[in-house]
C-alpha cells in the first residue's frame, strides 16, 4: 500500500512491535484499558504543559479551546471556558 508521494516502507522491527502491542492490548480488561488510556491523556497533557510552560489545568483548558475552535459555538461551552 502506497502512502503520500513515496512508497511504504514495511520494517520487520516495527511491525513485530505492532503485533506485540495488540496481544498486550487484546489481553486487557476493559476496565484496564481505560485506565491505561486515561493515563496516557494524563501524560499527554503533561508533556504539553511543560512544553507550554503552563499548569496541567491551564495545559487541558487549551487543549479543549484548540478542540472547539472549529466548531459551532455553544452557549454551554462558552459558559465552561470562563
Sequence with gaps: MAH????????ALAEQLRVEQRQRLSSLTPA?????ALALGDEGVRTFAAARRVS???????IQQRRQADR???????ERAE
Design 4 to 11: 503520500g508521494y513515496t512508497p511504504c516502507m514495511r520494517s
Design 56 to 62: 496541567a489545568d491551564q495545559a487541558r483548558r487549551l
Design 72 to 78: 459551532r459555538p455553544s452557549a454551554c461551552m462558552r
Design 32 to 36: 484496564e484499558r481505560l485506565a491505561l
